[in-house]
């Protein structure tokens, strides 16, 4: 593989947007794309008996869900010309966006701004003000 | 509808009706022999055994284990593909909500109103055997739980029991009969201890805070016990994730407020820990005192601690089930932490403020028992702190209940073949007797819920005695990989 730019989608607009943005990229520079869908999960969650017991079954749901329903249609919407590559995790965003930058050796994570209040990233920080905290490779916030 | 006038009457008539069950369930299950002039229940000292039993067989990985079980529940050992999956620290979590709570704070108090301060040591060495049936029983629940088709995953004593005996000694019916009437006695525990009490104890507090006898809800405690009901009904039958959901959050957030507020009391009051501790250690081992000696605190002592880390009982082992790991022994050893976090932490704070505080000297602490003493010892350093207790008491005794509901249901499942319909009718009964444990006075709550608790005990430490050989294979091969290095840290 050349280049490749990795992408995070959350199947909000701001992620489209992002999605967009990349693929023009992708084109003009011939480089191909990885396209992410981060499951928001931490291994050091509470979690009732009940909820553990279905787990394995969820995380199944999930991931199907990510890949046929975000995954797959944004591969349509690159359609032709550019190598794609469709990767659904469980995890934390920023870090694992970053992770997954260094393991598929991408030289560049674009994601879209997403919609939290200023209060909410005030407390919890963002997604992108996270990622371009701790990212190794530069990163693009697509508006 | 009901008149208010007959209100009081009816928490009485609930517990006239109640009072004879509950005595006579006592007298089968803590049928006692005179040891020293005090009554010693049988069912303490086998789960004593058990535990002291596994400590030596086990090779004292009570003690050797912890490290290596807290490199677990911080995922040194996770596979990353895993993400997603039911983690060692959330298996524990769940498990350590469903045990912390009322044990702790209500437990310990009873304890050592009944038993002295000396109570406490019995307890924390209590703890530490029970650190090695938990740790057993755990091995045992993920080895021979089930996975179902559609990718749920269960696991408990009543699977261990049935298929584990049934692959070890190929005695399928013994097998069978340990696992049925370890379902059966679970049911009643998810009721008495899991339930009535933590209603009882809940209902209670809410009381004493609100302006004790002179309440205005003294008289309707039947009624405090129906707005319960009818949450719990609203998680466990209606399916009303979001009241779960705020629970989960509440109890971490409840049990570090009660840990800050316990060392901020024993912070203001550093200069008496020595003595206090002076006074624990000489009434544990004092051969004669107003509790009954070393005797007297031994057996309150090692009850409570049965009732508050569960060890042996094997309500955890369906608890910790659910974790996706290839080796049931990694889960074993994180099951060590849980009482040790429970018993061995948490009660020895709890069991320090009292004595501290003084607050088991007062005539009438034998009568104020469990929270309400508790209470009384907190507030006098934080003279604001029972309201946060209330709370937390609150906050417990529902995750509590949550969790052995749980535990009920699936020892009902287990009987009736995963039934719906059975699993339903165990849900309403469940929701019925929150009702009956509210209105209740303390004595004949802790009768029943003592008994049903400690009845778990009995097939499920003879299956872990038979099975024992098989645990320790299976927890020796593992380390032994680990050692080797087969089985390795994972980079993060």
């Given amino acids: 593989m050349g280049k490749a730019l990795l992408v995070g989608i959350d199947g909000s607009d701001a992620g489209w947007r992002a999605l967009e943005f990349a693929k023009g990229r992708a084109r003009s520079l011939g480089a191909s794309l990885v396209l992410v869908h981060v499951i928001p999960w931490s291994p050091y969650s509470f979690n009732t008996p009940e909820e553990n017991e279905q787990r394995h079954q969820r995380r199944q749901q999930e991931l199907e869900a990510a890949r046929t329903q975000l995954l797959e249609p944004a591969q349509h919407e690159v359609g032709e010309g550019v190598e794609v590559v469709l990767v659904a995790k469980h995890g934390d965003r920023a870090e694992l966006l970053n992770q997954l930058a260094r393991e598929y050796d991408a030289e560049h994570i674009i994601v879209g701004r997403t919609g939290e209040s200023r209060i909410r990233s005030r407390m919890f920080g963002s997604v992108p003000s996270t990622l371009t905290q701790i990212a190794d490779v530069p990163v693009t916030v697509v508006p | ?492």
């Avoid at chain 2, 104020?368 to 702190?385: E, H, I, N, R």
């Fill in chain 2, 1 to 492: 509808m009901l008149q208010p006038l007959l209100a009081q009457s009816i928490d009485e008539r609930i517990s006239s009706a109640m009072d004879p069950v509950s005595s006579a369930i006592e007298s089968v299950v803590f049928y006692s022999i005179p040891v020293a002039g005090v009554n010693l229940p049988l069912i303490v000292l086998w789960l004593v055994a058990a535990g002291a039993f596994f400590t030596v067989y086990l090779g004292f990985l009570n003690l050797r284990g912890p490290k290596h079980a807290l490199d677990l529940v911080r995922g040194q050992y996770s596979n990353p593909d895993d993400a997603g999956e039911v983690t060692h620290f959330q298996a524990l979590a769940t498990a350590v909500s469903g045990t912390v709570g009322l044990g702790n704070i209500a437990g310990v108090a009873v304890a050592i109103a009944i038993g002295g301060p000396g109570a406490t040591v019995w307890m924390i060495i209590a703890g530490f055997l029970g650190m090695s049936s938990k740790m057993a029983e755990c091995t045992l629940g993920v080895k021979f739980r089930r996975e179902r088709p559609d990718g749920t995953v269960s696991g408990g004593p009543m699977y261990y029991l049935e298929q584990g005996i049934a692959e070890v000694t190929g005695r399928v019916r013994t097998g069978r009969t340990l696992a049925v009437l370890f379902s059966i006695s679970c049911i009643g525990g998810a009721i008495g201890a899991g339930n009535m009490f933590q209603a009882n104890q809940a209902t209670a507090q809410i009381i004493a805070v609100t302006g004790g006898e002179d309440s205005p809800i003294a008289d309707f405690r039947w009624v405090v016990g129906l707005i319960f009901a009818i949450t719990v009904g609203a998680v466990i039958i209606g399916g009303i994730k979001s009241i779960a959901r705020v629970t989960e959050k509440l109890v971490p957030i409840m049990a570090a407020i009660y840990l800050s507020a316990a060392l901020l009391v024993i912070g203001s009051n550093l200069a008496e820990v020595p003595a206090a501790f002076g006074e624990i250690f000489r009434q544990a081992f004092a051969l004669d005192s107003a509790y009954g000696g070393i005797i007297g605190a031994l057996i309150v002592g090692f009850q409570r601690a049965a009732f508050s880390n569960e060890a042996g009982i094997g309500s955890a082992a369906i608890a910790h089930s659910a974790v996706r790991t290839e080796h049931p022994s990694t889960e074993g050893h994180v099951a060590l932490l849980e009482p040790f976090i429970d018993t061995v932490i948490i009660c020895t704070m709890t069991a320090l403020i009292i004595v501290i505080s003084g607050a088991y000297l007062d005539p009438v602490a034998g009568e104020l028992g469990g929270v309400a003493l508790t209470s009384a010892a907190f507030a006098t350093v934080l003279p604001w702190f029972p309201n946060v207790l209330a709370v937390a008491v609150v906050a417990f005794a529902f995750s509590t209940m949550l969790t052995w509901s749980y535990y009920g249901m699936k020892s009902t499942g287990y009987l009736f073949d995963d039934s719906e319909v059975a699993e339903t009718v165990f849900k309403v009964i469940f929701c019925i007797f929150v009702v009956v444990g509210a209105s209740l006075s303390l004595g004949p709550v802790i009768g029943i819920s003592d008994s049903m608790l400690f009845l778990m005990a009995i097939p499920n430490v003879l299956g872990l005695y038979i099975l024992a050989p098989l645990v320790k294979k299976e927890i020796y091969a593992y380390r032994d990989k680990v050692e080797s290095g087969e089985i390795a840290k994972v980079d993060h």
